[in-house]
């Protein structure tokens, strides 16, 4: 137990603390079923190819990536670009089942790392470390523990002390998600670029993923049970294609955004959703995942105590992580305007966009320098 700590969860969140904390040269304990398949795609700024960097898997990341050499928003009812914005830095879309290979094929190669294939179910703490009981009633031993199981995971709700009903909820919009073939796509669906369409009350984000294009599509909730494909893709609609009813979209309810105002009990700290839910509108869940990971390796090779390193990884993304999200909180409800109020804000955006859009990305994004170059 000397020198081990446990991660819980086989996400990307759960997978990236695995490596932090064999890299930073202790023994790991991963607790978690392998994860269902993982569909569609993510969106990697500056910040998470430097979280990659730091975790040694940039290069296996890097081949595996489709780079992105712009951010175009458009109006989704009229088609008209409102903003291109240059992307200078690295930025990039892969696949999601991609990026958790990557992960588990680098631990896997680490020595002193062991898989348990269950869940937690409870924790004990003592003064030397801590007890963990999984579901098959095995007990475990380690120093401490870094929960990356999630919204609806062990960790959350031991950390809060608050049931898993009351640390989520109020879902209000659907994201409705699909991966399709680019050959059954028009050609600009294949462009390297990051698309944002701002219709009224929805929006859309499409990029390419190597051969494919990972589509998603933010509305309310209330309007998924109405043909929400033809009113949102109606006949004159430069995404004609997605109204298709063969298409099969998966829905996922947006929870309510936001970091947990405590990422630390005892010998339980916690990472990825489990710490923080981040909407998606600024694509930085996964970086966000990254970065805590790269965070905690960092602590971790600072202190040979792991309750300091907890605590410093605690404080430093704690306060990071809380802007991250207000601003993915913001930029989601700004896309989700209706209205007057879209249309004033299209023309806000195509008036003075790129200037207001780089600026508000420049604190997000971090390494990327280009954000602070002259428009």
């Given at each position: 137990?000397?020198?081990?700590?446990?991660?819980?969860?086989?996400?990307?969140?759960?997978?990236?603390?695995?490596?932090?904390?064999?890299?930073?040269?202790?023994?790991?304990?991963?607790?978690?079923?392998?994860?269902?398949?993982?569909?569609g795609?993510?969106?990697?700024?500056?910040?998470?190819?430097?979280?990659?960097?730091?975790?040694?898997?940039?290069?296996?990341?890097?081949?595996?990536?489709?780079?992105?050499?712009?951010?175009?928003?458009?109006?989704?009812?009229?088609?008209?670009?409102?903003?291109?914005?240059?992307?200078?830095?690295?930025?990039?879309?892969m696949?999601?089942?991609?990026?958790?290979?990557?992960?588990n094929?680098?631990?896997?190669?680490?020595?002193?790392?062991?898989?348990?294939?269950?869940?937690?179910?409870?924790?004990?703490?003592?003064?030397?470390?801590?007890?963990?009981?999984?579901?098959?009633?095995?007990?475990?031993?380690?120093?401490?523990?870094?929960?990356?199981?999630?919204?609806?995971?062990?960790?959350?709700?031991?950390?809060?002390?608050?049931?898993?009903?009351?640390?989520?909820?109020?879902?209000?919009?659907?994201?409705?998600?699909?991966?399709?073939?680019?050959?059954?796509?028009?050609?600009?669906?294949?462009?390297?670029?990051?698309?944002?369409?701002?219709?009224?009350?929805?929006?859309?984000v499409?990029?390419?993923?190597?051969?494919?294009?990972?589509?998603?599509?933010?509305?309310?909730?209330?309007?998924?049970?109405?043909?929400?494909?033809?009113r949102?893709?109606?006949?004159?609609?430069p995404?004609?294609?997605?109204?298709?009813?063969?298409?099969?979209?998966?829905?996922?309810?947006?929870?309510?955004?936001g970091?947990?105002?405590?990422?630390?009990?005892?010998?339980?700290?916690?990472?990825?959703?489990?710490?923080?839910?981040?909407?998606?509108?600024?694509?930085?869940?996964?970086?966000?995942?990254?970065?805590?990971?790269?965070?905690?390796?960092?602590?971790?090779?600072?202190?040979?105590?792991?309750?300091?390193?907890?605590?410093?990884?605690?404080?430093h993304?704690?306060?990071?992580?809380?802007?991250?999200?207000?601003?993915?909180?913001?930029?989601?409800?700004?896309?989700?305007?209706?209205g007057?109020?879209?249309?004033?804000?299209?023309?806000?955006?195509?008036?003075?966009?790129?200037?207001?859009?780089?600026?508000?990305?420049?604190?997000?994004?971090?390494?990327?320098?280009?954000?602070?170059?002259?428009?």
């Amino acid at each position: 137990m000397q020198n081990k700590i446990a991660v819980s969860g086989t996400g990307i969140a759960g997978l990236a603390a695995a490596n932090a904390i064999a890299l930073s040269g202790r023994k790991c304990l991963l607790i978690g079923p392998p994860p269902a398949p993982l569909a569609g795609g993510v969106q990697l700024a500056p910040n998470g190819w430097a979280a990659l960097r730091s975790l040694g898997v940039e290069t296996a990341a890097l081949a595996m990536a489709t780079r992105l050499e712009d951010i175009v928003v458009r109006g989704l009812e009229t088609g008209g670009t409102l903003i291109r914005l240059p992307l200078h830095d690295m930025y990039a879309g892969m696949a999601r089942a991609d990026l958790a290979t990557i992960l588990n094929e680098h631990l896997s190669a680490q020595n002193g790392t062991r898989h348990i294939g269950s869940t937690i179910d409870q924790v004990s703490e003592a003064q030397n470390g801590l007890a963990i009981i999984d579901k098959n009633g095995d007990l475990h031993q380690a120093i401490g523990l870094v929960a990356a199981d999630g919204i609806h995971g062990f960790g959350r709700s031991y950390v809060s002390g608050q049931p898993d009903a009351a640390a989520h909820g109020g879902e209000t919009k659907m994201a409705m998600r699909v991966v399709l073939s680019l050959s059954m796509l028009p050609a600009n669906f294949s462009h390297p670029a990051s698309n944002l369409w701002l219709g009224d009350g929805a929006h859309v984000v499409h990029y390419p993923i190597r051969h494919h294009a990972n589509i998603v599509v933010t509305l309310p909730r209330k309007l998924i049970n109405t043909n929400w494909q033809e009113r949102l893709f109606g006949r004159t609609s430069p995404l004609r294609v997605l109204a298709d009813p063969a298409i099969d979209w998966t829905a996922t309810p947006l929870p309510k955004p936001g970091a947990g105002p405590c990422w630390r009990r005892g010998r339980v700290v916690l990472a990825g959703d489990a710490a923080h839910v981040m909407p998606p509108h600024l694509a930085q869940g996964a970086g966000q995942s990254l970065q805590d990971a790269a965070c905690l390796l960092d602590a971790l090779r600072k202190s040979d105590n792991p309750g300091d390193a907890f605590s410093h990884y605690a404080r430093h993304r704690a306060g990071a992580v809380a802007r991250i999200a207000e601003k993915a909180d913001i930029s989601g409800r700004i896309m989700g305007l209706s209205g007057m109020s879209a249309r004033l804000r299209n023309m806000a955006l195509d008036f003075g966009g790129e200037t207001l859009m780089r600026s508000w990305l420049a604190e997000v994004w971090a390494a990327d320098q280009g954000l602070h170059r002259p428009a």
